[in-house]
């Protein structure tokens, strides 16, 4: 079955670029919504946005200045760049399959990887 | 944005009872409400979609119910393995929004 591995930097300086990717196994990233959430500690989870398999994009507003994702179909993955980070941008990040088709949820969930913003 | 409140924040119940999840919509989203369960350390995984629809794998106590901006996840007997964070998710519009979980613990 298809799963999903977030990786990158653990700590990210303010104002510069977080970037992670999403590594999937199983299963082809062509043909499906993928989609980047965070969980600040203590706060609830929040919708980054989507890319689709051929490159498409739909971003929170809240975040949409910043943010860039996109889909590699070469290496199976596809990346989340979040720039000017600031302390606000400290979360648990997770990846996840976004299924699109008729109803709308997110099937597949990587475990998440933890993002700090200090100097 | 679609507001998403769920209560209670935290509750504690013992193997066997019968739990009972709410989550309310700041405004009307039809059926597209989906529960998800999350466990430390590991991916949350989706529960009931659509309202009411049990995903694939997911053990007959779980049931959703509701419509519009009121739905409620009810877990019948709770299970040892079901000590967990409940969460839901409305996908009627975007941004895509999230309740701010239930912790459900060990009586």
């Known amino acids: 079955q298809v799963q999903l591995q977030e990786s990158g930097p653990g700590l990210v300086r303010p104002s510069e670029t977080l970037s992670l990717t999403c590594t999937v196994s199983?299963?082809?990233?062509?043909?499906?919504?993928w989609s980047w959430m965070r969980q600040p500690p203590g706060k609830e989870l929040e919708w980054i946005g989507y890319?689709?398999?051929?490159?498409?994009?739909n971003y929170n507003p809240s975040l949409k200045s910043r943010v860039s994702m996109s889909v590699d179909t070469s290496m199976n993955h596809f990346s989340l760049k979040l720039s000017s980070v600031t302390a606000a941008d400290t979360a648990l990040y997770y990846c996840a399959r976004y299924v699109r088709s008729g109803n709308h949820y997110m099937d597949v969930w990587g475990k998440g990887t933890t993002v700090t913003v200090s100097s | 944005d679609i507001q998403m409140t769920q209560s209670p924040s935290s509750l504690s119940a013992s193997v066997g009872d019968r739990v009972t999840i709410t989550c309310r919509a700041s405004?009307?989203?039809?059926?597209?409400l989906n529960w998800y369960q999350q466990k430390p350390g590991k991916a949350p995984n989706v529960l009931i979609y659509?309202?009411?629809r049990l995903q694939i794998g997911v053990p007959s106590r779980f049931s959703g119910s509701g419509y519009g901006t009121d739905f409620t996840l009810t877990i019948t007997s709770l299970q040892p393995e079901d000590f967990a964070t409940y969460f839901c998710q409305q996908t009627d519009s975007f941004p895509l929004t999230f309740g701010g979980g239930t912790k459900v613990e060990i009586k």
């Open positions: 405004q009307s989203i039809g059926s597209n």
């Open positions: 659509s309202g009411s």
């Open positions: 199983g299963g082809s990233i062509t043909s499906s919504y």
């Open positions: 890319v689709y398999g051929s490159g498409a994009t």
